[in-house]
């Protein structure tokens, strides 16, 4: 999958199993260059990340319900009414915010 903003096209990967959720960014010291998306998350730790993300909590329709931008390591964030998750870059919260549609291209 492939989400557009500012004319980039940044690679989303879909992760679904228990093991990559676990794994997810934690101890991930590259520059981040992709985003992940969590389906069936409401909620979502950044403990043992090296590096700050930009957080964006979806409803069933891919709307941006809650947004945290520029968050460190050892943070811990959960919305009842969120359905999914989404990790992006830093710095990605500025075309993003609150009531818009997320749309996935394949």
């Given at each position: ?46 403990t043992f990340f090296c590096q700050r993300v930009d957080l964006y909590f979806l409803n069933q329709d891919q709307v941006v319900l809650y947004s945290h931008s520029n968050v460190r390591s050892e943070k ?31």
């Open positions: 999958m492939y989400l557009k903003y500012n004319h980039k096209k940044i690679e989303i990967k879909t992760y679904d199993t228990f093991s990559n959720r676990f794994r997810s960014l934690k101890f991930y010291l590259e520059p981040l260059q992709f985003g992940l998306y969590f389906p069936k998350k409401k909620y979502f730790s950044t811990r964030f959960l919305h009842f009414k969120a359905k999914s998750v989404l990790v992006l870059p830093v710095g990605s919260s500025s075309f993003f915010s609150v009531g818009d549609h997320i749309s996935f291209q394949k």
